[in-house]
């Protein structure tokens, strides 16, 4: 797997001359959103698992860490554990309840980190330009050398398991698109005739920034940091899954599927529960992007 593409077609700079988006363009990007049937579909699904993973006390009918070799890979359906249980006689329903905690923090935590850092860096890079721009960009590229999964990896083999070291890893791996889309934005910002403007009547360089140079950032940004949130949780399953992510007895969906592998061929409707919760959140996620993208690729 290759680093994300970075679609720049939707994420275009305001044309020359052009104000930097105002508090009307958000609303109107709303309300497209709104009458879009299909981002409202997967915001409806991603609202119900967030909403089931933060009130997870509440919602799961059971213990997530109990286990019974007695009840081990009773298949979906039972009146008692409506999904079965897995290779411990744990409920399999509240493990992927409980699950989806740790699933969709490993999807958000890296992506805003990466969004903040590479954000930072790439309006850095735009603006100023010259030698600064170089040095940043040409590290940026180091780390295109090498395709995410394989990076996310080996960092990850490196540091050790754990939470920690793997939104860091992952981190490390969102950063390089994410400053390459904020730097291209920035850089055509920098010569805007607003921009312009703002310098003759002799205002500061942070001010400029701060007022013209980030709102117009901001939203290519967020339309493509949106994108790498299927991504991440997909890769952190990945991680979990070699044993490099979340340790046991942490109900995980990636490690859910690797403890669960050895039974696919006993319980298979227990095994591939956790891949259906991974496969339904990135879809999700996925169609919510292009539906921001679509909604924000609009001429002002």
């Known amino acids: ?75 979906p359906g039972d009146a008692r554990y409506w999904l079965g249980t897995d290779e411990l006689g744990r409920d399999l329903l509240s493990r992927l309840i409980y699950g989806g905690r740790l699933s969709l923090f490993m999807g958000f935590a890296p992506v805003l980190l990466a969004t903040m850092i590479g954000g930072l860096l790439g309006v850095i890079a735009g603006y100023v330009g010259g030698a600064i721009n170089m040095l940043i960009m040409r590290v940026i590229d180091v780390f295109y050398a090498f395709p995410s999964v394989l990076l996310a990896v080996a960092i990850s083999g490196v540091l050790g398991a754990g939470i920690g070291n793997t939104i860091f890893s992952l981190t490390l791996v969102f950063i390089p698109p994410v400053a390459r889309v904020a730097e291209s934005v920035a850089t055509q910002m920098r010569n805007q005739d607003f921009v312009e403007a703002a310098r003759a009547t002799g205002a500061a360089n942070w001010r400029i920034v701060l007022a013209h140079v980030v709102p117009n950032v901001t939203g290519p940004i967020l339309s493509y940091a949106s994108s790498l949130i299927s991504v991440s949780i997909v890769l952190a399953a990945g991680l979990s899954f070699l044993g490099l992510g979340i340790t046991p007895p942490e109900p995980e969906w990636g490690l859910m599927l690797n403890t669960l592998r050895q039974s696919i061929y006993v319980a298979p409707l227990n095994a591939v529960l956790p891949g259906v919760m991974i496969f339904i959140t990135s879809m999700c996620f996925n169609l919510m992007s292009d539906g921001l993208r679509s909604a924000m690729d609009v001429k002002q």
Do not use: E
């Open 1 to 75: 797997m290759s680093q994300p593409a970075i679609a720049l077609a939707g994420t275009k700079a305001p044309a020359k001359g052009k104000r930097p988006a105002t508090r009307s363009f958000w609303r109107n990007v709303g309300r497209r959103l709104l009458h879009d049937p299909v981002s409202m579909a997967c915001l409806t699904i991603l609202l119900l698992i967030v909403l089931a993973a933060i009130f997870a006390p509440y919602v799961a009918p059971h213990d997530p860490y109990r286990t019974s070799m007695a009840r081990r890979l009773i298949p």
